[in-house]
């Protein structure tokens, strides 16, 4: 029953001072934090699936930040994407976003998309060349250009290496939440918990 627009938690977010805060704590963490200010829980989230060592290495949590504040233009490849990659900022942050862009350019089932994900993580070439072909394949008999759907390929393989499950971080980021809302609205109480687990 906690409301999930709350200011100070997520100015607790915001300032990074999120000691004790599941998932939230390590010191680079902190930092992202600070540069993102994240306003709204789909930001968490998103914060909390790129925070790992291939988006870090790859710039994406950067572009991510970068995008939300104004100072990269968010660009779609096709209109089409901009429903599935709104909440991101136009980066492609989950597994199930590559799914979804298979199924709705491309036509693939979701079954079919969960084979295409698991072999971008993979990374086996020979199954990878296969399924672009589907892809562009699928692509093109819906109105995309070839050379665009091998660009949007393109782009879901990069991502796709350390994409995150979207349902495993958004029940992370649900209960970093909720611990971050304690922390704000009940300082004391949830200092003297932690301090006890922490004994």
């Not at 572009?63 to 660009?75: E, L």
């Not at 350390?162 to 200092?191: E, I, R, V």
Request: glycine share 8%.
């Amino acid at each position: 029953s906690l409301p999930m627009d709350d200011s100070k938690t997520y100015q607790l977010f915001c300032d990074g001072q999120t000691l004790g805060i599941f998932q939230f704590e390590s010191s680079g963490m902190r930092d992202t934090l600070r540069k993102a200010k994240p306003e709204r829980f789909e930001d968490l989230i998103s914060l909390n699936a790129l925070y790992r060592p291939g988006p870090l290495r790859g710039g994406v949590i950067d572009d991510f930040i970068a995008r939300k504040h104004g100072k990269v233009k968010i660009k779609y490849e096709l209109p089409a994407l901009e429903p599935i990659l709104k909440d991101t900022y136009g980066v492609i942050a989950f597994q199930e976003q590559v799914m979804r862009i298979a199924s709705d350019l491309a036509g693939f089932s979701l079954g079919d998309a969960d084979v295409l994900r698991k072999a971008m993580g993979k990374k086996s070439a020979e199954v990878m060349q296969a399924q672009r072909v589907r892809f562009v394949k699928g692509a093109v008999e819906r109105g995309t250009l070839e050379q665009q759907a091998n660009k949007i390929f393109d782009l879901m393989e990069f991502f796709a290496g350390y994409g995150f499950n979207k349902s495993h971080s958004t029940a992370y980021a649900l209960l970093a939440y909720q611990t971050a809302y304690l922390k704000a609205n009940y300082p004391w109480y949830f200092m003297a918990s932690l301090l006890t687990i922490e004994a």
